[in-house]
């Protein structure tokens, strides 16, 4: 009989600085280093992002998303480097597999993080000492550290994966989840990011325990559909199911250029290796693609997307190319310096034949 959501005790697992720190485990001598993985960085003309960089890069202000050329200006001295993504899938599986096994269920909910549902273990108590056990098999086996959290539903667990980090677990029980929540920022909250935070402080809700006064009338007068999300999850309500079913959406790549161009014989061919790459990765989890998807950024940042759905699956590096091409030729001749371009394979499942894809498809 499934449990009541009331009854339920869920665990958020967040592997730690996840690129960096298998950067780290394959080469020993970068610990205690700043590692910053992304674009190349160009001396500090690079114009990419970071990826994710370690906590001794963090500790010198840098973070994930940041200009790669703002990281390289903060901490010249730092390790960069290039993502390798076969090689962070790779770990991904096998701490999935660690996870699986203390799970009713698990869901991945991407490379570097999963929910479990660990009901069946009783009591909170018992869950925490499931999450210590598990964090101590994937420092054993993997070389590599986790936060968890665990809380009654996947909004508190997720929470409570990031209150103390890295290698923390953080258990909230129901009885305590009002106190957990309400002096953080709203910016915890689901779906509140720097504008949705901004508007909610000119309302003057700045903390969970300060939107709790909004009524969920006003909430939903200011944000349609999801106001009435944020009036649940300032209570620490989320009935969402720990689902078994999920799978990768979407394997994407993108290139900023260092300069902005027109030429478009490099555009194509910068396209191509994304598409490449994208590829690449799509073998090694295992998955074909239907739909494809090319995004353009212009000089002034003017961004633009084309996407088509393919009658059936493919796996094809011929065949994504040419679906590739097709959609840059609506953004060619338009005599507009190009500053970024981009490839996106989604609606992701398994091969639809049994024979194994080959380098070239």
């Not at 909910?109 to 925490?128: M, P």
């Not at 989604?346 to 080959?358: F, I, M, N, T, W």
């Amino acid at each position: 009989m499934a449990l009541h959501p009331a009854d339920r005790i869920v665990m958020h697992v967040d592997m730690d600085c996840f690129f960096a720190a298998v950067e780290e485990r394959e080469d020993p001598g970068l610990k205690g280093r700043p590692v910053i993985v992304g674009s190349d960085p160009k001396a500090g003309h690079g114009r990419g992002i970071v990826a994710t960089c370690n906590y001794a890069a963090r500790k010198l202000g840098l973070h994930s998303a940041m200009p790669i050329s703002t990281a390289y200006r903060r901490c010249p001295g730092g390790v960069f480097l290039r993502p390798r993504f076969s090689l962070y899938s790779q770990a991904s599986r096998r701490v999935m597999d660690i996870l699986r096994q203390g799970a009713d269920v698990l869901e991945p909910a991407g490379i570097d993080e999963a929910y479990l549902d660990v009901s069946s273990r009783g009591t909170f108590e018992a869950g925490r000492d499931l999450g210590r056990k598990l964090q101590r098999e994937i420092l054993d086996r993997e070389g590599l550290s986790a936060s968890m959290g665990l809380g009654p539903n996947k909004l508190v667990a997720k929470i409570a994966s990031d209150h103390r980090k890295p290698g923390g677990l953080t258990a909230v029980i129901p009885s305590r989840v009002r106190e957990f929540l309400n002096p953080k920022s709203v910016a915890i909250l689901r779906g509140v990011g720097p504008k949705t935070k901004e508007h909610l402080a000119a309302l003057g809700y700045e903390t969970v325990a300060q939107l709790l006064e909004a009524t969920e009338c006003r909430l939903v007068r200011e944000f349609g559909k999801f106001g009435g999300y944020l009036w649940a999850e300032a209570r620490g309500l989320d009935e969402r199911p720990v689902d078994p079913t999920w799978i990768t959406k979407s394997v994407g790549r993108e290139v900023t250029f260092d300069a902005d161009t027109s030429d478009e014989s490099l555009v194509t061919e910068t396209l191509l290796e994304c598409v490449r790459e994208v590829r690449r990765e799509m073998v090694s989890e295992g998955f074909w693609c239907r739909t494809l998807t090319v995004k353009v950024r212009f000089a002034g940042y003017e961004t633009h997307s084309r996407q088509t759905t393919l009658r059936l699956s493919t796996g094809s590096l011929a065949h994504l190319e040419r679906g590739a091409r097709s959609l840059l030729q609506e953004f060619l001749g338009k005599e507009r310096p190009f500053r970024l371009v981009g490839f996106t394979a989604s609606k992701l499942g398994p091969p639809e034949d049994l024979l194994p894809l080959g380098p070239d498809g």
